[in-house]
């Protein structure tokens, strides 16, 4: 299963929905606590690299930490790092976008179907005003 457009949390609550199947038709029993023990934490490094795989590429820094940890951490511990990841990458995508010369350009060329001409400021379309599209400023063109 991979992540796609899912957020972390929503793929990594599908991934424990798959992963309980096989948890609840397993009732082996144990000659040795040891035997149940191993087997419990290779299934757990296995769910930490079937989860690992599916993310998104954007979270390719995250999944090479995790899995340069020896030993390797539990699948919560390796979601709450994810998901960490996930919203300090969403807070600074928003903090790019809002503030820098993108921001600039996206609010003020805003593209209106129909359109003559650039989209000045947030509000209603002003007169027609030039545009310098090398510097991004209004009542100039980059001949002027």
């Known amino acids: 299963m991979k992540q796609g457009d899912r957020k972390v949390t929503k793929y990594y609550t599908e991934m424990l929905g798959l992963w309980q199947d096989p948890d609840l038709n397993c009732k082996k029993e144990w000659e ?39 030993p390797l951490p539990s699948i919560r511990e390796v979601f709450s790092e994810v ?37 000045v400021g947030p509000g209603p379309r002003q007169s027609k005003r030039a545009y310098c599209e090398h510097c991004k400023k209004i009542d100039h063109t980059k001949d002027t």
């Open 83 to 119: 998901q960490q990841e996930e919203s300090r990458r969403r807070v600074m995508l928003r903090e790019h976008l809002t503030s820098g010369p993108e921001a600039s350009v996206l609010i003020t060329c805003g593209s209106h179907a129909g359109s003559d001409g650039p989209h």
């Open 32 to 70: 040795c606590t040891g035997d149940s023990v191993r087997l419990k934490k290779k299934m757990e490094n296995e769910r930490v690299f079937e989860f690992l795989v599916g993310l998104n590429c954007e979270l390719d820094d995250i999944r090479s930490r995790v899995l340069n940890r020896r």
